[in-house]
């Protein structure tokens, strides 16, 4: 099985900046897509970022583009979505996600997601 487990978050001021980071361990061998998620309350789930494992390929959802941006470490399959002038908007809870490739630009479906870590910008 894959396992993933997330690191950062935090409360940070509009225009702040946070780091989020991802490490995956188990049967990574299979994973092709990696990415992020987010999910504010009452709201819909979100996809926020994807990068290709081989080749870095990247895709960001509108909202974050230009502000947010992320990168893999493939020999070590951890990866980081660093997060730039961030706005209120961006609260909410932002999960890792990874999968095979059947879903790759959707991180919303990812079969394999970490456990989540919370992101509130005042």
């Known amino acids: 099985d894959v396992q993933l487990v997330e690191s950062g978050g935090g409360l940070v001021q509009a225009g702040g900046s946070l780091n989020l980071s991802c490490a995956a361990t188990?049967?990574?061998?299979?994973?092709?897509?990696m990415g992020w998620f987010r999910q504010a309350p009452g709201k819909e789930r979100e996809g926020v970022a994807v990068?290709?494992?081989?080749?870095?390929?990247?895709e960001y959802a509108d909202s974050v583009k230009g502000r947010f941006i992320i990168s893999r470490d493939s020999s070590k399959m951890t990866w980081s979505l660093q997060m730039n002038n961030l706005k209120p908007e961006d609260t909410a809870m932002y999960y890792c996600?990874?999968?095979?490739?059947?879903?790759?630009?959707?991180?919303?479906?990812?079969?394999?997601r970490g456990q989540g870590t919370q992101v509130t910008v005042s």
């Open positions: 188990g049967k990574t061998n299979v994973l092709n897509c």
């Open positions: 990068i290709t494992r081989i080749h870095g390929g990247t």
């Open positions: 996600t990874a999968d095979t490739g059947d879903y790759c630009f959707r991180p919303d479906r990812h079969p394999h």
